[in-house]
């Protein structure tokens, strides 16, 4: 019943801008985290934003100033807003929901590439 989908993926150049999308279905947003992580060949998968309704935004340190994390809740969709891309940020990028009251639920997107290339 949970599903989540991501999109907008692709080439960018240093310096560019992109905008993921997350398309969450059987998702409160009310009673789950959302999160954008992302992953680097011959990396751990960390976190980049989080954003909790109605309490709290938290990003990475590296990409504070660069990146936004916003909900659009009429449309169940969570976005990720990346500027001034550099080629360090290449890599898979996976929506996350994530539930910690009472019980624990935790889903992820099957991920979109951003390579971020001259």
């Known amino acids: 019943q949970v599903q989540l989908v991501e999109s907008g993926g692709g080439l960018v150049q240093p310096g560019g801008s992109l905008r993921l999308s997350c398309a969450a279905s059987?998702?409160?947003?009310?009673?789950?985290?959302m999160g954008w992580y992302r992953q680097a060949p011959g990396k751990q998968r960390e976190l980049v934003a989080t954003?909790?309704?109605?309490?709290?935004?938290n990003y990475a340190d590296s990409v504070k100033g660069r990146f936004s994390i916003a909900i659009d809740d009429a449309k169940n969709t969570v976005y990720l807003q990346m500027n001034s891309l550099k080629p360090e940020d290449t890599a898979v990028y996976y929506c996350?929901?994530?539930?910690?009251?009472?019980?624990?639920?935790?889903?992820w997107g099957q991920g979109t590439q951003v390579t971020v290339s001259s």
């Open positions: 059987g998702i409160s947003f009310s009673v789950y985290t």
């Open positions: 954003i909790t309704r109605g309490e709290s935004t």
């Open positions: 996350n929901a994530n539930r910690q009251y009472l019980f624990y639920r935790d889903y």
